[in-house]
């Protein structure tokens, strides 16, 4: 640890600023303005150099553009897919989940669809949630309790809530597709009207 702190202070800005002071304090020693006092000179001008320096800064963390999460959440969404065709669901509930992922197959399409997708990073977040935790957790979590509500019975059925649950899903992908074709829509405006003021109309 302090081998690999001292190489590293070796490569410094600190230590290159500092020698190149230090070589300037030999120079004067050279010519004789140092005088007897020349190590105090060149240890004092390798040190105010390497105050001088300006400090490291450390490079900063390299995180995946939209792009490749995009790509990554398609991967997922397929694996999702997979999951979702194994398990036995109620036909309102298997219909609202149909109608949900149709909503999402469009958003991760490639193409124009992604592009306008990795400007909002918090619509990105929004499908990675959904994709990754929501939808999962609301289909497990239905088999679960179905199984007691079968050896349990007279509680309230599972497939209402999971319904519910899909429902309030769907809306939140509508309302995101909503937005995205919204934000396109007054980025055609805005060119009418640049058109519109470069013709002076």
Do not use: C
């Not at 239905?142 to 050896?151: D, M, S």
């Amino acid at each position: 640890m302090a081998t690999s702190k001292f190489l590293g202070y070796l490569e410094s800005r600190k230590n290159f600023t500092g020698s190149a002071a230090g070589l300037a304090g030999l120079a004067l020693t050279f010519t004789g303005l140092a005088g007897a006092y020349w190590p105090v000179v060149v240890a004092g001008l390798y040190g105010a150099g390497a105050l001088l320096a300006p400090p490291e800064r450390p490079d900063a963390p390299d995180f995946a553009d939209p792009a490749e999460q995009l790509d990554e959440l398609r991967a997922d969404f397929g694996k999702l897919s997979t999951y979702l065709d194994e398990v036995d669901l109620p036909p309102a509930a298997s219909g609202r989940l149909t109608e949900l992922n149709e909503v999402l197959t469009a958003l991760l399409e490639p193409g124009w669809v992604a592009d306008a997708l990795t400007t909002d990073p918090e619509a990105v977040h929004t499908l990675s949630r959904a994709i990754r935790q929501d939808i999962p957790e609301s289909v497990d979590t239905f088999v679960r309790t179905r199984w007691w509500t079968r050896i349990q019975p007279g509680t309230e059925p599972p497939e209402r809530h999971l319904e519910r649950q899909l429902t309030l899903l769907y809306d939140e992908a509508s309302a995101l597709a909503t937005a995205l074709r919204e934000a396109e829509a007054r980025r055609q405006e805005t060119h009418t009207r640049y058109l519109e003021d470069r013709e002076g109309r």
